[in-house]
């Protein structure tokens, strides 16, 4: 198993990203989860950004989904993200920290914020909405549409998830080609990446 310097994977991805740019969906990917009753969840998420130039993943969210009660049960998620243009996949596994209005850490805070006013209006105007999951009532008035202050933090129910990576499963199929990244610790206590590469 080799070591790496950093997260080349990283590179691969941003590589990826860019390559197939000229594709709306480039951006989405699927993240599983586990429920409490051991059932595996999946949807697909827009991409957000790395985290401070790091390799933490960001993933905006409603607190009201089923994935959070999922990752208060377990916090470890994977996300599946294809590349149609390039034939490429990237499976990434981690733990995930979900970052709330009540989260007490002044600095994740102050990144959920960051990450609020990234968003355009109208994705901001999303989390405005009845929560998702209950039933509709057909009958029910229709109401004034919601109004808010761009200027406005976040509403309380915006979440940000942070996707810790501790594993990169990379597979092209165009070249035939497969590697795993893995996360380990330096003497330092640092995170430091060694990669083997498979057969696919």
Known sequence: MAAVAAA????????????????NHSSYFQIATVASN????????????????????QINTDSRTHKIDDLKHCPFAEICWYFTNSWEQFRIGGKVDVIDGTNSDPVKLQQRE???FACSLKSR??????APRILFASE?????????D??????????????????VDYLNLKSN????????????????????????
């Open 177 to 200: 080609e497969r590697m795993i990244f893995t996360a380990g610790q330096n003497g330092n206590r640092k995170k430091q990446w060694s990669v083997e590469k498979v057969n696919p």
């Open 114 to 116: 960051k990450s609020w």
């Open 8 to 23: 080349s994977w990283k590179q691969l991805l941003l590589s990826s990203i860019q390559s197939n740019s000229h594709l």
């Open 140 to 148: 029910q008035q229709p109401t004034e549409p919601p109004t808010l």
């Open 150 to 167: 761009p200027s406005m933090g976040p509403v309380g129910v915006f979440c940000l998830l942070v996707l810790d990576p501790d594993q």
């Open 125 to 130: 105007m999303q989390y405005l909405t009845p």
């Open 38 to 57: 051991g059932k595996p969840s999946n949807r697909t998420v827009v991409f957000r950004g790395f985290q401070d130039d790091g390799d933490k993943i």
